[in-house]
């Protein structure tokens, strides 16, 4: 159901690699709510995905970057802002990778060159973003950035690898750099910890879909979709939630607030 809430706003959107993205459903929900919108992807993934699909559909401008160049994002923040006609009101950072995890190194037994690059691509592209934002000075008055976490970032999950601590710099990079771009321009800054869900780079993890099932059992409303992720952003994006920054907001059916669950205990409950 659409409600307008984004009427008139312009978003950029990274990390829609193909349907399962969850990046690409916030831009479907986006554009339903009347959101005009570019979407960007690292140049190598416009290879390999779909989002000119994406981009015909919600008829958006396809500006490629790799998040980790400066010079990439000064380039789609200058077009974005040609394209949609003046400066930007909301940013969806959806971007992850973790190298150790793609070539199959244990925990106890990482590289610390793709630990450097993981963290590149997985957290200090979201400062730098917003870092070129800011230089740029390309944010509207009551805009608001999000990014896309996980609850590793608190707690341990062993097959999350580096991913965790990844989440954790990112989360404090949106703590730190929402204190500025709140008191300078009046931008919000938030991060959205979203369930476990099935995109190329959630199912790359070992023993995925057992821990999927884990979460979806443990969470007393189960995993939070996509899709109620996709309807999350749209409500961070919108001017419903212009008071809220500096947070790390759990989207995830109630999981984080779980200690023992009835579920997976074999009694019977009265
Ligand atoms: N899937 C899950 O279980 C889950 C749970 C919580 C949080 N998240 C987070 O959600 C976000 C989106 O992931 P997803 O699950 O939709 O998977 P996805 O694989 O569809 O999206 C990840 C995106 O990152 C992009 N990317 C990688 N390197 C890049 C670079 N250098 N520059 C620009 N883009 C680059 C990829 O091309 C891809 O589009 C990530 O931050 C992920 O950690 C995912």
New binding site residues.
């Given amino acids: 159901m659409a409600n307008n809430l984004l009427a008139g706003k312009r978003g950029v959107i990274?990390?829609?690699?193909?349907e399962?993205?969850?990046?690409?459903k916030v831009a479907e929900r986006c554009a339903e709510e009347g959101a005009r919108l570019t979407l960007?992807?690292?140049p190598?993934?416009m290879r390999?995905?779909k989002?000119q699909e994406l981009g015909d559909k919600v008829n958006a401008e396809i500006i490629p970057?790799?998040?980790?160049?400066l010079e990439?994002l000064e380039n789609l923040f200058s077009k974005s802002m040609d394209a949609l006609g003046g400066k930007i009101d909301f940013v969806l950072?959806?971007?992850?990778?973790s190298l150790n995890v793609r070539k199959g190194r244990e925990y106890t037994d990482l590289n610390y060159d793709f630990m450097l690059k993981t963290f590149?691509?997985?957290a200090i592209?979201f400062h730098k973003v917003m870092q070129t934002l800011w230089k740029m000075d390309a944010m509207n008055e009551w805009g608001s950035i999000l990014?896309?976490?996980?609850?590793a970032a608190q707690r341990t999950f062993p097959n999350y690898s580096e991913?965790a601590e990844?989440?954790a710099l990112?989360e404090s990079f949106a703590r730190s750099f929402g204190y500025h771009f709140g008191a300078a321009k009046k931008v919000r800054v938030n991060t959205?910890?979203?369930?476990?869900?099935?995109?190329?780079?959630?199912?790359?993890?070992k023993g995925?879909q057992e821990f999927?099932d884990y979460a979806d059992k443990m969470s007393p409303l189960g995993n939070a979709p996509?899709e109620s992720?996709a309807d999350y952003c749209v409500t961070m994006f919108s001017d419903l939630t212009k008071m809220i920054t500096m947070q790390n907001l759990f989207h995830d059916g109630g999981f984080s607030n779980m200690g023992m669950s009835p579920a997976f205990l074999s009694i019977d409950e009265e």
């Fill in positions: 990274f990390g829609a690699l193909d399962q993205s969850i990046a690409w960007s992807n690292a190598v993934a390999f995905g989002i970057a790799d998040a980790t160049s990439d950072h959806s971007i992850g990778m590149d691509i997985s592209s990014a896309l976490t996980y609850i991913m990844s989440k990112l959205i910890s979203q369930s476990p869900t099935m995109t190329t780079a959630g199912s790359g993890l995925f999927f996509a992720c």
